[in-house]
């Protein structure tokens, strides 16, 4: 018996895990830790609004539902990106 072939992946990131410092999303074979101190705009974010990322390019993430839009390297390296402004501002 032979099985089907396997399907094509549906999605090229998704939340992996979420804590009260912040959140693991996994890109490809990728996991990263999303932190709430260096991503202040995801802190009070609902878990809906978290898990509904998508990735419009390799490099770029888009929270839609937030109206978030990140670099992958912002995630990686942070300290290369410093904050230029705090939610609500």
Same mark, same amino acid.
């Given at each position: ?23 693991? &999303? ?5 996991? &990263? ?32 539902? &937030?109206?978030?839009? &990140? ?19």
């Amino acid at each position: 018996m032979k099985s089907a072939p396997r399907g094509t992946a549906t999605s090229a990131v998704e939340v992996a895990n979420v804590s009260p410092h912040g959140f693991w &999303l996994l890109i490809g074979s990728e996991e &990263l830790f999303v932190p709430f101190d260096k991503f202040p705009w995801f802190r009070d974010a609902s878990i809906d609004e978290l898990t509904r990322v998508e990735l419009p390019a390799p490099h770029h993430l888009r929270w839609p539902a &937030l109206d978030i839009d &990140l670099a992958v390297e912002s995630i990686r390296h942070p300290e290369r990106f410093p904050l230029v402004s705090r939610p609500g501002t």
